[in-house]
Nanobody
Framework: QLQLVESGGGLVQPGGSLTLSCSSSDATFDDYNIGWFRQAPEKEREGLACVSNRNTFRKYQPSVKGRFTISRDRDKKTVYLQMMSLEPDESGVYFC???????????????????WGQGTQVTVSS
């Protein structure tokens, strides 16, 4: 079981930016696809972006493309989600998830992942 820890959440004003981190101490972290997901109150969890193992492929949902950037730092065993132009309806708990993979492709569907972090709260409000 891969342990994931999210951080970086908080309160941000509409139009503001925030960077989330998803970290692991596992030496095989680079073998895993990583996805970022958001769950707003009374809404289903939705996938936002993903990055494949070894950083060779990225995918974004249309609603965040151009505003969110996913990246990974192999040495730090961390995947980042940089978010810009945030709006109030993007408030929620943000989760990262992982699944070991051996192809350069990832999915933003939550059923594609079997390791989940505890989440970090993001609130977009003035």
């Amino acid at each position: 079981q891969l342990q994931l820890v999210e951080s970086g959440g908080g309160l941000v004003q509409p139009g503001g930016s925030l960077t989330l981190s998803c970290s692991s101490s596992d030496a095989t972290f680079d073998d895993y696809n990583i996805g970022w997901f958001r769950q707003a109150p009374e809404k289903e969890r939705e996938g936002l972006a993903c990055v494949s193992n070894r950083n060779t492929f990225r995918k974004y949902q249309p609603s965040v493309k151009g505003r969110f950037t996913i990246s990974r730092d192999r040495d730090k065993k961390t995947v980042y989600l940089q978010m810009m132009s945030l709006e109030p309806d993007e408030s929620g708990v943000y989760f990262c998830a992982a699944r070991r993979a051996d192809i350069a492709f990832c999915s933003t569907t939550d059923s594609a992942y079997d390791n989940w972090g505890q989440g970090t709260q993001v609130t977009v409000s003035s």
